[in-house]
């Protein structure tokens, strides 16, 4: 990737055929690592990173409180997706706070893994501001067609994960070049595998949380573009929207802390 017009190109080039900038070395890796606590964390990786280390601090407080709750009560206390308590209680945060839950250590340890990797690729293409976008409105959308056509309790950062994938194809669809329908082609195996899993017998996987945050990370993805030849006052609005976005996540979090529910009030 080009580290000033972020156009992708080939490793053979040594200057960029879309920007005419001579190739170095790419942005993300040109920032001091030192700035990050003491450079523990990859810049690549960093806010991948962040909403990692949230999901195990949750991870870990909800097997905690499982032991007096009970798991799936836990879970729920915590703002799993539950369709009676979004459309009869309005409690609306859970389509957020869903995205940061799980159930079980391979749960988990599976989401992290293909987080880690797909986080920093799609942080990559389409910048930080628009990563959060995209990541914040897969968790919404999928939660949203879930709580419709699938109301149980449900949790996990697939959701988001597939809105990233969503971006990442639309991204292959909106570059019309070799390496755009290499990129297409590729996340696209990726869909087919995952609902494919949750077709298998045995399998708890919400396919609809994977449809509608796939069908939501495209949509942005597809109407924000890349940040190559942005003009400032676009890159300006989507800081702004991830700004707002981390903001509906906070008051999301702190209304759950709110509701949060005594051992004899759970479900």
Same mark, same amino acid.
């Given at each position: &990737? ?27 890796? &040109? ?47 915590? #703002? =799993? ?6 459309? %009869? ?6 389509? $957020?706070? =869903? ?6 250590? &391979?749960? /988990?340890?599976?989401?992290?893994? $293909?987080?880690?990797?797909? #986080?920093? %690729? ?23 067609? @879930?709580?419709?056509?699938?109301? $149980? ?7 988001? /994960?597939? #809105?990233?994938?969503?971006? &990442?194809?639309?991204?292959? $669809?909106?570059?019309?070049? @070799? ?24 399998? %708890? ?6 449809? #509608? ?9 597809? =109407? ?5 030849? @942005? ?11 991830? =700004? ?24």
């Amino acid at each position: &990737m080009c580290p000033n017009c972020r156009a992708f190109i080939t490793t053979s080039d040594r200057t960029c055929p879309y920007c005419n900038n001579p190739v170095g070395p790419r942005s993300i890796d &040109m920032r001091q690592p030192g700035e990050i606590l003491g450079g523990l964390i990859p810049q690549a990786h960093f806010t991948t990173i962040l909403i990692l280390l949230i999901n195990t601090g949750l991870y870990i407080a909800t097997v905690l409180i499982g032991k007096s709750f009970g798991e799936s009560q836990a879970l729920w206390a915590f #703002g =799993a997706k539950f369709g009676p308590s979004i459309w %009869q209680d309005h409690e609306y945060w859970r389509l $957020v706070t =869903a995205g940061f839950l799980h159930g079980g250590l &391979m749960h /988990i340890l599976m989401n992290s893994w $293909v987080l880690y990797d797909l #986080g920093a %690729q799609t942080e990559q293409v389409y910048a930080t501001p628009r990563f959060l976008v995209i990541y914040f409105a897969g968790t919404v959308g999928g939660f949203y067609l @879930s709580a419709r056509e699938n109301p $149980v309790l449900s949790i996990g950062s697939s959701a988001g /994960i597939m #809105g990233l994938i969503g971006a &990442m194809i639309a991204f292959g $669809v909106a570059n019309r070049s @070799s390496v755009g329908r290499a990129v297409r082609n590729f996340y696209v195996k990726w869909v087919v595998y995952i609902l494919a899993l949750g077709l298998i017998p045995g399998f %708890q996987v919400d396919n609809w949380a994977h449809i #509608g945050g796939l069908a939501a990370g495209f949509c942005v993805g597809y =109407a924000a573009g890349t940040p190559v030849h @942005s003009s400032r006052g676009k890159e300006a609005l989507w800081r702004s929207l991830a =700004a707002v976005c981390l903001i509906l996540t906070v008051f999301s979090f702190f209304l759950m802390y709110r509701n949060f529910p005594q051992p004899n009030q759970v479900r």
